[in-house]
């Protein structure tokens, strides 16, 4: 029988592994965007559409990656996608034309979508069901922080070394992460989670390829799975399309209007978030999910309206607190609420199919404040990010789509 504590070596090693993961993947956002802009000399709206590229084939890869976690061995899914998505950002090294960037970006979606998903099912094996709610709360945390731990480290890595040089950095720091991984597996895992015939073999990577087409099968069979979990879905996604523009934008803009230091945005919102996480969890177990929901929308609000109109680092410190406390709060919030509806059994297509919401959102939105930056300023992005949670916001009041029995 599973103890009721959380917080055991396999828990807390896989916690830290999955917050490493999203680190490293989210530090090439800032990378890419100098080397796309004053390396090759793209324009925003380019420089938007490679940075977000990952959420174009995250439309395929997070429910089959999902329902394929959830009937094999997540093991093998973590270990191989991760080595390709090294391989993948070792690759940027030799790339200097469009259409090469462009196929490791999408390869970089798959792997990255695969390997993040398959390494949630496994955290959520670990979790007491009586402690369910807490742990899926802290993996929402761990992956919020995972962001911004990514743009400071993508930034202090434009600070000491060239952006070609830094892809070598990336992927061979990805390389150590993944056998440091098959090394605590072997340790703390390895003959009592595999059994001998689940190892990872030809076969095996065989047949699991042969599961491709059933896990999505399996998607297209139960429509209704999506259905029930969009309006959570939708909300996850708008929170998810704040980080991509502000990872995309948010350098540029403190350029423009000579703020700086820019990462000092990234460090508040992390210390704030951590230090406020214990008193926001509690609120999160104590009171229902709608009653959240209203605040932190505002919050968001607040935030890009700082953002918008900052001319000097302090209101970017506010807008880094008010997202700490807004999307902080509510974003582990709905993933759980997602895992809920479908159940713990179902937690990798739950997740996958809340993911690829989260994944669409912030791919897709760099790609139009691309545009809107291009032909309009940045200005206008933030501005639009507020009016969308406050439509949000009254969408909510008028329809009630988040129920009062929702927790």
Known sequence: MKSDHLWNIRFSMLLLYSISLSALFYSLIPLLTEYTTVDLRMNLTATGFITGLFSIISILARPLSGTLADKRNPFH???????????????????????????????????????????FVLISREIPSSRFHEGISYYGMGQILSSSLGMNLGLAILRTISSKVSWIFLGSIMLILMVLFLLFWHRFFYGEAINKTDRLSPSAL????????KASASILQNPSDIFHLLPFCFLGALLSATNGIES?????????????????????????????????????????????????????????LFISNALTLTPLLFAAACKAL?????????????IRLLGPKRSGTASSIFLLFTDLGQGIAPIGAGYIAMHYSYAAIFNISATLYSLAILFLILFAIVTPHSH
Do not use: N
């Not at 209007?257 to 609120?283: D, N, Q, V, W």
């Not at 807004?326 to 609420?337: N, S």
């Open 77 to 119: 899914i973590v270990s191989l996608a991760s080595c390709l998505l090294a391989f993948s950002i070792l690759g940027l090294y030799w790339s200097s034309s469009l259409k090469l960037i462009v196929f490791l970006r999408l390869c970089q979606g798959i792997f990255y979508a695969f390997s993040s998903t398959a390494c």
């Open 206 to 213: 065989h047949d699991m390829s042969s599961q491709v087409s």
């Open 248 to 304: 995309t934008f948010l350098v540029l803009l403190g350029q423009e209007r000579e703020i700086t230091p820019i990462s000092l945005y990234f460090a508040t919102y992390m210390i704030i978030l951590t230090c406020s996480r214990p008193i926001t969890g509690k609120l999160a177990d104590r009171y229902m999910l709608h009653v959240i929901l209203y605040p932190s929308l505002f919050l968001m609000a607040t935030e890009c």
């Open 326 to 338: 807004g999307q902080g709060t509510l974003h582990p919030m709905l993933q759980a609420e997602c």
